[in-house]
């Protein structure tokens, strides 16, 4: 059931026109440097956009000068770590031929260390649970943050994409492991998760 949902909703994203991408990509970057946990130092992780994902690029030029952006690498354990990533970086293909940073081992950081994560998704719904591509590795990678006693962010965590991405509520199980953004955001809504700051706006 979840692949062939996962098969439908990348379609979609992929069905948008050029158009349609750059704006949303604009609406989302304000989205996000708008919402209120969004941090002015440390660092913060976005991702390489492939397969129709929204593109993140308008975003990372709008951070403010004290945040250090970062890209996911893959990690042992079918995990991700961290690696800062400034436009015009050299970029080597992992082996699932999306782009990372060329790295050395001392320069990659952990989940723990950013302040904010931006996660890709396939779908949502307005409870904000988060349908991934299938393979764990934000799921291994957060783990922590589904423990009973887990800390407060940071780092927040909030899943990008676009409004046809979204589905009815019980469309997808939620499973156990899946962990589930503080926030998401598309071109048209915001929907902050926890219960701390918990509002849907159009």
């Known amino acids: 059931m979840r692949q062939e ?3 439908e909703l990348r379609e979609r994203r992929r069905s948008l026109s050029p158009t349609e991408r750059i704006r949303a990509a ?5 989205s996000l440097l708008s919402l209120p946990f969004a941090p002015q130092s440390g660092y913060v992780a976005g991702y390489w956009s492939t397969d129709g994902e929204l593109a993140l690029h308008a975003w990372l030029l709008g951070l403010p000068s ?7 690498v893959l990690a042992p354990g ?9 436009a015009g970086d050299p970029l080597q293909h992992n082996r699932f031929g999306i782009p990372e940073p ?3 081992e001392s ?3 952990t989940a723990q260390d950013m302040q904010l994560v931006v996660m890709p998704l396939v779908g949502f719904d307005d409870e904000g649970n988060r349908l991934g591509m299938g393979g764990g590795f934000y799921d ?6 589904t423990a009973p006693d887990n800390a407060p962010p940071p780092p927040w965590l909030v899943g990008v994409g676009y409004d046809v ?8 199980n939620v499973e156990p492991w899946d962990v589930r953004p503080d926030a998401i955001c598309t071109p048209t809504r915001q929907l902050l998760v926890r219960s701390t700051a918990n509002s849907f706006s159009h």
């Not at 991405?165 to 997808?172: P, R």
């Open 5 to 7: 949902l996962r098969a």
């Open 26 to 30: 604009n609406d989302v970057a304000a």
């Open 66 to 72: 004290n945040v250090i952006p970062c890209l996911p």
């Open 78 to 86: 079918k995990t991700l770590r961290f690696a800062p990533y400034f």
């Open 102 to 104: 060329v790295y050395s």
């Open 107 to 109: 320069s990659l950081l």
């Open 140 to 145: 291994r990678t957060f783990a922590f943050r």
């Open 165 to 172: 991405q979204a589905v009815s509520v019980g469309t997808f």
